[in-house]
């Protein structure tokens, strides 16, 4: 059964690779993924990407453009979730007018096919003057991942016994001393949870990017690999190759954190 | 070290009223315990106390000072939580110095602290665990170290022992005691446990319905509830309660209950009116076994237990479950008739409507 | 894709013009090119014979999105790179300045391309259409007509070879055919061309040779280039870009123009696509940006990119390599026919193509097909709703703003409502932040593209139109209710989906989870970054992987197939997307692949706050491993697992990127879900950008009713 089920999670996953090492432009029928002619061209395609300068000279653009992509995505988690932390915890500690409703609107933003507000969020950024920047970029992913974050870590804190804060505040820290202090620290699987998902979702993020970044040094991964889809002909390898690179951070972010995955989630996903 | 006095005190939570009207004190340097049944406001009382809630009216002093709205970091205070709340991602050592690094202690004199506290407490090695790594009776004592090196002006204590067992309960209450006279400071347990009120308590405080019904001296509350509920709550089994008409005849009060007599002796008190509907309130271990009857209770006995020691005989009276201690061996069963008498000032009389006590 | 044009639409519509005239800067260039054209264009820039020059690769999906986002705002290219058919939009958005040049040593079908109602934008570089390729090892001769191919041919073909490799479900492929009865696709004054006698005898030749097994069903590029690569097609239609997959092999290829239809004697003509460099409004202001245009459109600059890129210049001064590939394309670059640039072209593509599908599924004979699509191309083309009063709107507005003001005061009277506000301050100091970012970066935007919804029109000359929208999309636009592509047809096939990727993301993840938190199992955590993997790559990729394997021919669920064969199950590799139900269940196969650790990890969570002794006490009390789990863990772990489940489901609901990347749609857009409908709205049918926000208010309206509802039913609601 879990065998089975690994076959299935698997075999996709498979294909991308047996395509981004296969030495072929486009991949043959067969059953077992396995690349024909194993060749590490494209990898080295993709890594090696780079540009003429005006003086003639290389400029390498990959390890940047990789630089760039953690930098945007590592920035995001942390704004995202520095805004979300106190947000959700007042959600779960106190009760204030308005509350009510300032959760069914968060319900709500995830109901909204987000396509809808990407156009009006353009131009708040170009009002705020953050268009081509990596600055703007990391505002619209850490914005857009809060909602999630803060039901997450809603969840999270609740789960966390009042008597700590309490405790602390008798131990002489006012109340924000105690949530810095007690409720955070005790917190942090499932702050380390809400983050990673929100370093996922923007570090896979295309379309924002494609757009705001004016500058070849300043584009994130997933632009680059869109560049190898071009609009009638495919580079399918290389794309293949270039997700592969890109996956990888993420791959070793889960894996470092499968463990704490469950325990961050123990409170933090199941509540909605 | 301070005295507490409170005074009009008042917690409400929406609509619902938790505490009304409380007023109390507290002398510096003693040992308060605040004892009522599940749901009555103790916990609640504490927290005002505490400062953790903000009472709806009232004030609340600790000696000269109103600290009614205070934080509760600026009261002074140490509290050992029911959970003991003990901060998961520091050591014990560092829980205990939690507090004195807030305070900004200097780092030695922290050091010196928590060695002394940890030493009085038999924490020396557990210091470098994680709270996880405890057992039960272990993260009792660090939540106590904690409140202990603080060295606050009030303890405060929240059922710290209801998580523990039986043998190791009774340990720490001695604990608790032998803490208390050594350090001398002013500290309020709650609890609803009567053992633990009676045995640690100077004074101890009967809370009901967000009330205190009667304070005092743990042995004078005992001997002279003041009102039915007190009567009820305090003793072990639970006094027997039983509905009667006051009578007078032949020069001597009594209490007529099911056909039968309780005398009350010729000594008159306030309250004595003939024909009042009272209820009296007799305690289990106050009745002795009369050979021969005479002015007692016949009681047919439904239940035996025995104890070894003692035993105790069930019966009902006029429909009310009834229960007697027999000392030495009796040699009763289930459905032996048995007759009972209590010492005239033994019987606790309160009015059936108010349930207030007629003898004060 | 969907979110970067939606970009373009909105800067155009919203975004106050502001031009800064940079100084000094170095002119800016965007292109979209990759591989030996990104190469040749950075060497040519690189010579500096034309000062100083930012070049900037963006991705093609990006790049009129981004055109649309930054010119208006000053931030943009002041020339770029780009085929002529979008200029008809990018003139509309005011995105491309005028650019006059001497078109006398240009092809006149480049120079025409350029020019919209007299004017030229952009000055042509290079032409690129479809041609003949022809396999040497498999043909003998080059034949002039069309029916002579099968008859080229050097031997019979064996099984598993095709005559000619052409991805003949696509309306661009299929346009020679049609020229050669000489239809075309777009008609004089923006009619809808595809349609009569021409067109339905085009098709019947198409059928008709699919039919006989001389074309491949189903191709798509990467099959047509894959058939032609490997030697197995003797013919193949395609463009340079095939050739630049050719280059390792050792393949002997010509490429010649399209041949004859022997019929009607006339020319197939492809497509003609002219890119060409145009410059922004900014652009057209510098100086040494009109410089930098005409010479990278110069002699020189053409033949260095002919060299270096092989493809064909727009230019007809340049003398041609030897180089036989390229002789071939400029060729068939004479003879082809520009792309139309109107933006009436947008709606021919999804109804023609859907027609050309169902044609050779065999569903539909040519005539009704056609008829079909060319109904619903004047269906989308239909003009906007007449623009209604605002009255309504104001008053709306205004007797909603008079509610909430006198609420607000009766409320700020009340002495127990301002205690609780006074109370609340404390907590405000912790959300303020929070809520100011998001009313500001996420509400505001939403209600923004809410609104749009009651406007109808293309960017730029949009209208007021109350409500028709809504009332459009309502009354299914006047047709039967259920009719396949309605709203409430849309809305069945959403919610079918809905409830069965759930059921399977639970089912699956509920028993992995459950198996997963055994504390006996060994490898547990292999296991578990194994399984959990599905989330972690990310998902266009990983769609695109599934939709590769369910290709009929090539895919590996096929080869699964196949197979099984083998072992002598028959079964016949089936056309996965030309039937509604394998369609839907590959689209669920993928989203269930990409959903479940989502559901296992919730489940393994939910596991660890079950109490193992519950679990044991079962076992003691003799239920077998079956009940413990239906009767134990399922309603131990259901309460937590009730609000992951609710927002599985609003996720699955919008999930864009399955059907879009998978299904597509297909068959005939009836496994779209209501979200990829709004899409094609907005993108593929004419750009009806408050059509489709009325769908996205509708769909928002209806999650949020839901969640009301089963809130309401649950009465548990913790908010
Ligand atoms: N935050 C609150 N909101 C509403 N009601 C509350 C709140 N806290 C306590 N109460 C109510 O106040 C009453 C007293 O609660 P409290 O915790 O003080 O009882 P307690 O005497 O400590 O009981 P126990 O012995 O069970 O701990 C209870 O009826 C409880 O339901
Ligand atoms: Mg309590």
Redesign the pocket.
């Given at each position: 059964m879990l065998l089975a089920a690994v076959a299935f999670a698997l075999y996709p996953v498979l294909w991308v690779v047996a395509l981004a090492f296969s030495s072929h432009q486009t991949p043959e029928p067969r059953l077992l993924p396995l690349p024909e002619g194993p060749t590490l061209a494209h990898v080295r395609e993709v890594v090696g990407a780079g540009r003429h300068l005006a003086d003639g000279q290389e400029q390498w653009l990959f390890g940047r453009q990789l630089l760039n992509s953690l930098a945007v995505s590592t920035a995001a988690a942390v704004v995202g979730i520095l805004i979300a932390i106190p947000a959700a915890y007042a959600l779960a500690r106190f009760t204030f007018v308005g509350k009510r409703a300032g959760v069914s609107a968060l319900l709500a933003t995830q109901m909204f096919p987000a396509v809808a507000s990407a156009i009006p969020l353009y131009i708040v950024l170009d009002a705020l003057h953050l268009l081509d920047s990596r600055m703007g970029l990391v505002l619209c992913y850490s914005t857009t991942s809060v909602p999630f974050a803060i039901f997450q870590l809603r969840a999270a804190f609740e789960a966390i016994p009042v008597d700590l804060e309490e405790a602390a505040m008798v131990d002489g820290a006012t109340r924000f001393e105690a949530f810095i202090r007690v409720v955070l620290p005790a917190a942090r699987p499932a702050i380390a949870v809400t983050a990673l998902f929100a370093f996922m979702s923007a570090y896979n993020e295309f379309i924002l990017a494609a757009t705001l970044l004016g500058k070849e040094e300043m584009f994130t991964l997933p632009v680059v690999l869109q560049r190898y889809i071009g609009e009638h002909d495919a580079n399918w390898p290389a794309f293949a190759a270039g997700a592969l690179l890109v996956s990888a951070p993420v791959m070793a972010l889960f894996y470092w954190a499968q463990r704490h995955l469950v325990a961050g989630l123990t409170a933090g996903a199941v509540k909605g | 070290m301070a005295s507490v006095a409170i005074e009009r005190l008042g917690?409400r939570?929406?609509a619902?009223t938790?505490?009304e009207g409380v007023d109390l004190a507290i002398p510096d340097g003693a040992f308060a315990v605040?004892v009522?049944?599940?749901?009555?406001?103790?916990?609640?009382?504490?927290?005002l106390i505490a400062g953790l809630?903000r009472p709806t009216e009232g004030v609340i002093r600790f000696g000269e000072r109103d600290v009614t709205a205070l934080e509760p970091r600026e009261r002074d205070i140490a509290m050992v939580f029911?959970s003991y709340a003990l901060y998961p991602h520091l050591t014990v050592r560092e829980n205990l110095a939690f507090g004195l690094k807030l305070k900004k202690l200097p780092p030695r004199e922290i050091d010196a602290r928590v060695a002394e506290g940890s030493r009085m407490l038999g924490l020396d090695a557990l210091l470098e665990r994680m709270p996880k790594q405890l057992s039960g009776g272990q993260r009792q004592r660090v939540a106590m170290g904690r409140a202990i090196v603080r060295r606050p002006g009030l303890f405060l204590f929240?059922?710290p022992l209801s998580n523990l067992d039986a043998a190791l309960r009774g340990q720490v209450r001695v604990e608790i005691r032998k803490l208390h006279e050594s350090l001398g400071t002013t500290s309020i347990y709650?609890?609803?446990d009567q053992v633990e009120a009676m045995t640690l308590a100077d004074v101890m405080f009967v809370?009901n319905r967000?009330r205190v019904e009667q304070f005092g001296a743990p042995l004078d509350v005992y001997a002279r509830p003041k009102t039915r509920f007190v009567a009820g709550f305090l003793g072990s089994p639970s006094m027997n309660f039983l509905d009667g008409t006051l009578a007078f005849e032949e020069g001597a009060w009594s209490v007529e209950v099911a056909g039968q007599r309780i005398l009350l002796g010729e000594k008159s008190f306030g309250g004595l009116v003939r024909g009042r509907a009272v209820t009296v309130g007799v305690r289990p271990h106050d009745l002795t076994v009369e050979r021969v009857p005479f002015g007692g209770l016949a009681l047919t006995l439904t239940f035996v237990e025995e104890l070894g020691g003692e035993s105790y005989a069930y019966a009902f009276v006029d429909g009310s479950p009834f229960v007697v201690r027999l000392e030495e061996r009796v040699s009763v069963k289930a459905g032996d008739t048995l007759h009972v008498a209590v010492a005239a000032d033994r019987v606790h009389l309160f009015d059936r409507e108010t349930g207030l006590s007629l003898r004060c | 894709m969907l979110a970067a044009r939606l970009l373009a639409f909105g800067v155009a519509t919203f975004a106050l013009l502001v031009s800064t005239l940079a100084g000094a800067s170095p002119v800016r260039l965007w292109h979209a090119y990759r591989g030996e054209e990104q190469r040749a264009l950075e060497a040519l820039v690189a010579s500096g014979a034309a000062g100083e020059v930012e070049l900037l690769a963006v991705p093609s999906d990006a790049f009129a999105a981004k055109l649309g986002a930054a010119i208006p705002l000053g931030e943009g290219p002041d020339l770029f790179i780009d085929a002529h058919e979008r200029l008809g939009d990018y003139v509309r958005q005011g995105l491309v300045a005028e650019l006059p040049f001497d078109p006398a040593a240009f092809a006149p079908s480049a120079v025409r391309g350029v020019t919209l109602a007299g004017r030229t934008y952009g000055i042509p570089l290079s032409r690129k259409c479809v041609a003949l390729y022809v396999n040497r090892d498999l043909v003998l001769s080059h034949p002039e007509w069309l029916e002579d191919l099968a008859s080229s041919v050097r031997s019979p073909l064996a099984s598993g070879y095709v005559l000619l490799a052409y991805e003949n479900r696509s309306a661009y492929y299929h346009a020679p055919w049609l020229t050669a009865f000489g239809g075309e696709l777009l008609a004089e004054g923006d009619r809808f061309g595809f349609v009569g006698e021409r067109a339905e005898r085009s098709l019947e030749l198409a059928k008709n040779w699919l039919d006989r097994g001389w074309v491949p069903s189903n191709a798509d590029g990467a099959l047509v280039a894959q058939l032609f690569r490997s030697g197995r097609a003797a013919f193949a239609i395609s463009g340079p870009w095939l050739a630049g997959d050719l280059h390792s092999e050792s393949l002997r290829y010509d490429v010649v123009p399209l041949p004859k239809v022997r019929v009607t004697g006339l020319v197939m003509r492809p497509m003609l696509t002219i890119e060409a460099v145009m410059a922004s409004p900014r652009g057209a202001r510098r100086p040494e940006a009109l410089k930098l245009a005409t010479w990278l459109a110069s002699r020189e600059a053409a033949g260095e990119r002919m060299r270096r890129a092989h493809v064909v210049s727009a230019r007809t001064d340049v003398e041609l390599p030897a180089d036989p590939v390229l002789r071939g394309f400029s060729a068939a670059a004479d003879s082809a026919v520009p792309m139309p640039t109107s933006t009436a072209m947008r709606a021919v593509w999804e109804p023609s193509e859907k027609a050309i599908r169902k044609v050779l599924n065999g569903t539909l004979d040519p005539r009704s097909a056609l008829r079909e699509a060319q109904r619903r191309f004047d269906d989308v083309r239909r003009p906007p709703p007449p623009p209604a009063s605002r009255t309504p709107l104001v008053i709306a507005i205004g007797a909603a703003l008079i509610a909430a003001a006198l609420a607000l005061v009766r409320r700020a009277r009340d002495p127990v409502f301002r205690a609780e506000v006074r109370a609340s301050v404390p907590a405000y100091r912790y959300v303020i932040h929070a809520a100011l970012v998001l009313v500001l970066l996420v509400f505001g935007p939403l209600c923004a593209g809410a609104a749009i919804s009651l406007t109808a029109g293309r960017p730029g000359d949009s209208v007021y139109v109350g409500l028709a929208n809504f009332w459009a999309i309502l009354s299914a636009r006047g047709g039967p209710l259920f009719a396949s592509g309605s709203f409430y047809c849309v809305l069945a096939v959403t919610v079918a989906w809905t409830l069965l990727n759930v059921a399977c993301h639970l089912a699956l993840g509920l028993t992995l989870g459950v198996l997963l938190s055994r504390p006996v199992l060994r490898m547990k955590a292999v296991y578990r970054v194994l399984l959990i993997l599905p989330w972690a790559v990310p998902s266009y990729v990983t769609a695109l992987a599934w939709k590769g394997m369910f290709h009929r021919q090539f895919g590996a669920v096929t080869a699964l197939l196949l197979r099984a064969r083998a072992f002598g199950v028959d079964v016949e590799p089936i056309d996965w997307f030309a039937r509604f139900s394998t369609a839907f269940a590959a689209n669920v196969a993928t989203n269930v692949w990409l959903g479940f650790p989502f559901m296992m990890v919730v489940t393994m969570a939910a596991m660890t706050s079950l109490p193992r002794e519950v679990l044991e006490a079962a076992e003691v009390d003799g239920a077998t491993r079956w009940q413990r789990f239906t009767k134990i863990v399922v309603p131990l772990v259901r309460p937590s697992m009730i609000p992951a489940v609710a927002l599985g489901a609003v996720w699955t609901f919008n999930m864009f990127n399955v059907v879009f990347l998978v299904s597509g749609g297909e068959p005939d857009g009836q496994t779209d879900i209501l979200v990829s409908e709004a899409y094609r709205w907005a993108f593929t049918r004419q750009a009806q950008y408050g059509y489709a926000a009325a769908y996205s208010v509708l769909i928002f309206g209806l999650l949020f009713g839901a969640t009301r509802l089963s809130d309401w039913f649950r009465r548990k609601a913790p908010l």
């Open positions: - | 917690k939570f929406g619902t938790v505490l605040f009522g049944p599940s749901g009555c406001g103790k916990s609640t009382l504490l927290r809630e029911q929240d059922e709650v609890t609803h809370l967000g | -």
